[in-house]
């Protein structure tokens, strides 16, 4: 039974808005009747929760409230592995001294994901705190450090009185003036922080956050981090122009809230995700039951009262406050029409939706051309019902943003696809699925003749108990298990309809694994779970809504990133942990598996990188940050593999009296190795350098590097903790390097 149903006094809600879709609105007041909707459908809840509870707790409001009854509705092509032969030495050596591969390690071919780190193989820039780096990438010289346009928040008198030609805003919605908002003399003016870079031709778009004001013309501020990053333009000079500025500052343009991701296409259409809290607590600040305001109240009269305060008060200035919040994300935003989002048990006739898993964050695309000077852009925004975290992946034709959250007792992974035409998104489909994504390489988007596909891989966790939830049923024979891995089918809905359908689906993993890497090709996948040993599986998607577990190899150890290594995609090369039989990690490992025999997947070669214990300890970033990877391909399962490593051993051998014991052992810096599959197993994976970027001791640094690798005429550039250096491939002899002193990229 509806909760409003047997309590009419509560706020009322009638249905949304009748074009409850993916479609957007013609303008934003046409929005503020769906906003109000919103508005009363969660104070509904709230109101009837502290009805019941007599406290006002959030997270009680969104797992206990109910809601009225509404109409729901939701909105490389695989080649022939050619034979491979082993390079020579005077061969690999002529190979080595011109070759170049300074891109950034993509997910999708033609799709350029940002970085905190670029070059477009004659200069580097970097991220460096809130200084963009430039160094000249064959000589080493630094040629620039260029500070990111500060944040411009006015400095009133001292009690934070504006000037009188500087007015402080009116309250209700007024005019906006994000960048003109008045702070007290003592209020802390941060300095901005660099999140990416884009590069195209002589164009580097820097992509800066901390703008977001912190004092606000209206209240309540109902949107988060409201223009909070901000696109700069800068244009590459040459070396001949360019003196001591390289980098001409061209234009800026704010974005609408956090950033999330970004990448640039072929042609220079470039495409920014970012999103903003929803902050309902505003709604329940004025209804909690403990407020003196309600106290000798009874049931009755308390919802008479907080009815009334709801629609007089609280409501009025949600609006207004989410309006003005969308009128400050540039101006011309297309704000998809309001949808509950709800799975298909949600949809059952009697079913509950949670009031508070409708309407969390905003999510916005905006795109804009990186080799217009103008930088003009278009913004279109969803409201999303996801509550933490998130991934973000992009093909070419297409972003979907899959945002975590829960639905009832369930969590699920809300995806909102955006369909992109030039510099312009829409969008296009919705759809949701069982559990969380592990990382944007569990998302894969992929067109089989006349039809369009999502595949979704997701890791769904249990109570601790090991009890499962709803739509998992368990054979009381077999141990029962706290997580479930599927990789999801769901196929792309004709042009009139909106909403991802769930086709097929393949479970993997033993009781307890959880996914621990995923690589999708277009008719096959790769997966690692893991809980104590290691099952790498092959899935076949020959039959795209029928997936099929092909092959499956059982060893120690587990992968955190497959990179192909062949034209066929059929042997990868994997970092990941090396562990014991228990499953205690025991150090960093690589791993070359080859699957062209599908029903039987082998184990290449493996080495052991480090070899930790109780008394050391080491890790790579390149575990969990596929932009600190690289594969420098020489031919057909040969080349060199690239990687950051920090590794620290006490030494842990008792001494005798008077002796003095040994310094700890400690590496900072980068690692490569020879892949060659065409020699004995042995051989395949060789260390051939090692690259030291360790700090000076006892200082300490404000900022560094990202982990990042570049390989530009024959010459390795590394970058990590406070240096950059040039390492020859054929020598292996250091070339350059710029350090960085202890007080740079301070605030």
């Not at 510099?423 to 390489?441: I, K, M």
Request: some cysteine; aromatic content about 10%; overall charge negative.
């Amino acid at each position: 039974m509806n909760w409003t149903d047997a309590h009419s006094n509560f706020v009322q809600i009638p249905l949304w808005s009748d074009a409850a879709s993916a479609d957007t609105y013609e303008n934003l007041e046409d929005a503020e009747g769906d906003i109000e909707q919103l508005a009363m459908f969660l104070l509904n809840g709230a109101i009837a929760n502290q009805h019941t509870f007599g406290f006002a707790d959030e997270d009680l409001v969104f797992a206990d409230a109910y809601a009225p009854e509404v109409a729901l509705e939701e909105p490389a092509r695989e080649q022939e592995a050619a034979g491979a032969e082993a390079i020579a030495g005077d061969e690999l050596e002529s190979i080595l001294e011109n070759v170049n591969d300074f891109g950034t390690n993509n997910q999708e071919e033609n799709v350029r994901r940002s970085d905190l780190a670029k070059s477009n193989g004659e200069f580097l820039f970097s991220s460096y705190g809130s200084l963009l780096i430039t160094v000249d990438a064959e000589t080493g010289e630094e040629l620039g450090r260029t500070q990111i346009p500060p944040i411009e928040v006015p400095i009133g008198p001292s009690q934070g009185v504006g000037e009188e030609d500087e007015p402080i805003p009116e309250p209700g919605r007024p005019e906006l003036a994000i960048d003109s908002m008045i702070a007290p003399p003592d209020f802390w003016v941060p300095t901005p922080q660099i999140d990416a870079l884009l590069i195209e031709e002589d164009n580097l778009v820097v992509i800066a956050s901390g703008y977001s004001s912190r004092v606000s013309p209206i209240e309540p501020v109902v949107l988060s981090d409201l223009n909070n990053t901000k696109l700069h333009l800068y244009k590459i000079r040459t070396k001949v122009d360019a003196g001591a500025d390289i980098l001409e500052h061209v234009a800026t343009k704010a974005l609408p809230g956090s950033f999330q991701e970004a990448f640039s296409m072929e042609g220079g259409s470039a495409f920014v995700v970012c999103s903003n809290w929803i902050n309902t607590h505003t709604l329940f600040q004025g209804i909690g039951r403990w407020q003196d305001r309600f106290s000798g109240m009874n049931d009755d009269e308390y919802i008479k009262e907080a009815t009334a305060i709801a629609q007089e008060e609280l409501i009025p200035k949600f609006v207004d406050g989410f309006l003005y919040a969308l009128e400050g994300m540039g101006g011309n935003v297309d704000l998809t029409m309001l949808t509950l989002y709800a799975d298909a048990e949600s949809l059952d006739e009697g079913a509950e939706l949670i009031p508070g898993g409708i309407a969390r964050k905003v999510a916005s695309v905006v795109g804009f051309d990186m080799l217009d000077d103008d930088l003009t852009t278009s913004v279109t925004a969803t409201i999303q019902p996801g509550n933490y975290g998130g991934h973000v992946y992009a093909h070419q034709n297409m972003i979907v943003v899959a945002d975590q959250g829960w639905n009832q007792s369930s969590e699920m992974t809300y995806l909102m696809g955006f369909a992109l035409k030039g510099t312009t998104a829409s969008l296009s489909v919705v759809g949701n699925v069982p559990g969380s994504v592990l990382s944007p390489y569990s998302l894969d988007f992929v067109e089989v003749g006349e039809e369009s596909y999502l595949r979704v891989a997701t890791t769904q966790n249990f109570w601790s108990w090991g009890r499962p939830i709803s739509d998992f049923e368990v054979d009381e024979e077999k141990e029962e298990s706290r997580t479930k891995n599927r990789i999801f089918v769901l196929k792309f809905p004709s042009e009139d309809e909106k909403e991802l359908a769930i086709v097929g689906e393949v479970t993997l993993g033993r009781p307890h694994e959880r996914f621990t890497t995923l690589r999708f090709f277009h008719s096959f996948a790769y997966a690692v779970t893991f809980e104590q040993v290691d099952p790498f599986y092959v899935v076949d998607f020959e039959n795209p809504e029928s997936p099929e577990v092909k092959g499956e190899l059982e060893v120690l150890g587990f992968s955190e990133y497959l990179h192909s290594i062949t034209s066929d995609d059929k042997v990868l090369a994997a970092v990941g942990k090396a562990a014991d039989e228990t499953g205690r990690v025991t150090g960093i490992q690589i791993s070359l598996f080859d699957a062209r025999d599908t029903l039987n997947p082998s184990l290449l070669a493996r080495l052991d990188v480090t070899d930790d214990s109780d008394s050391s300890w080491s890790y790579t970033s390149a575990s969990w940050d596929p932009k600190a990877f690289r594969y420098l391909a020489l031919g057909e399962g040969i080349g060199y593999l690239i990687m950051p490593l920090s590794s620290y051993t006490n030494p842990s051998e008792p001494v005798e009296i008077g002796e003095v014991k040994p310094e700890p052992e400690s590496f900072v810096g980068f690692v490569g190795f020879s892949i060659d599959t065409t020699v004995p197993k042995e051989k395949m994976i060789q260390q051939v350098l090692s690259i030291d970027h360790a700090s000076q001791v006892g200082f300490y640094f404000c900022s560094s590097f990202p982990d990042r690798s570049f390989v530009i005429d024959g010459n390795l550039v590394t970058m990590k903790s406070q240096s950059i250096k040039s390492t020859n491939l054929v020598s292996s002899e250091e070339t350059w390097t710029v350090e960085m002193s202890a007080k740079d990229g301070c605030l």
